[in-house]
């Protein structure tokens, strides 16, 4: 994944890079005035040395630095049987440590035990936390464009959709530093599939099916021009739904129908391919500004690889869902007709969208979403 080149700033006051989760002492941690002064001196003499002062490799390159951590939050399960990202991230976590020479520690606070996405979101903004990892969805409300990934049916596979936000990123990134963010890494992993207790043979048998989606208009506009009745319900009360029959279908990752046995509730399963989830990881702006030029390097090289590591990791357990689900659910095939009414249903939210978000920007991404294919 490309990641864009930042030239380190200068401390503002009393920000910390070093936060450390609730509960822990004294002696496990470093205080933010500490951690604040070691970043200001050590942004100051790389400053000192000029812009073409280069980052030398191995552990003896960092060993005038200050020991340093960062935390990384997020609402998303730790729970391998969940998902597999965050094993992920814990391994690039750890490679970058021992580069560092122990030096730079990333440490990992999920399950939200910090918080749901929007408000670690905001505590990553203000200061408080040091990044946040999420979908670009829960950023719509801080970043508006960020709805410009839940255009449908775009493309033909996540190669298609990595090659378009490498190219979209550096636009993104900029949009982000207006809130304080920097975007470590942009990626996709996965597309959302279909389940549902109605044989769809023909777009004829989407009209009326009731399915549950997320709370978010392009979602629920792209499924009303197929027919549906979209109905939006948490996720915790999702599986009760089915089982109760309140909703006939619900759409998410074929690594979420097993892990969460929507199989047990489901009959079929189609790969729509519509929506596709783009996640980053992001980190407050003027923390990352104040790292040595070496750790902000370091924390882009932890956030490649971890993006690229998540895209060929998710592959395996789209395979490994398929076979732990079998003859559970059957697996709907997507035929030419039913994927020209997706196409035709996919357009108008387009239209919503260049309302919402401005026609020359809407019809940039889309220009480069064209030119992956």
Known sequence: MKMK???????TAALALSLVACGSSKEESTTAATVADTAATTAAETASKGDSATVAEGADAYAD??????????????????????????????AIHEKSG??????LIWDGALGGDLELIDSVMAGDISAVFCAT??????IKESAVFDMP???????????????????????????NLEDLCLFSNLFRGLTTNVKIEGPEDFKGMTIRTAENPY???????????PTPLAFTELFMALQQGLVKAQDNPIAAVYASKFYEVQDYYMDLDAFTYVFGVFMNKDQF???PLEY?????????????????????????AIEGIGDQIEILPMTDEIRAAVKEAATPVYDLMRENLGAEFVDRYLAIADSVK
């Open 153 to 179: 049916c775009l493309y033909d596979d996540l190669d298609q959709v990595n090659k378009a936000i490498d190219q979209f990123y550096p636009e993104y990134n900029g949009l982000a530093n207006e809130q």
């Open 65 to 94: 630095l200050p020991e340093m951590e960062i935390i990384v939050a997020s609402a998303t399960a730790a729970s391998p049987a969940k998902n597999s990202i965050y094993a992920v991230m814990s391994e690039a976590a750890e």
């Open 102 to 107: 122990g030096k730079l520690t990333v440490k």
């Open 137 to 142: 969805s829960s950023m719509s409300g801080y």
């Open 289 to 291: 500004d104040a790292l």
């Open 5 to 11: 080149s930042v030239i380190s700033g200068i401390l």
């Open 219 to 229: 979602y629920m506009n792209f499924y009303s021009n197929l027919g549906c009745s």
């Open 296 to 320: 902000q390097e370091l924390m882009k090289e932890f956030a490649a690889q971890f993006a690229e590591e998540a895209v060929l990791r998710n592959s395996v357990e789209r395979e490994e």
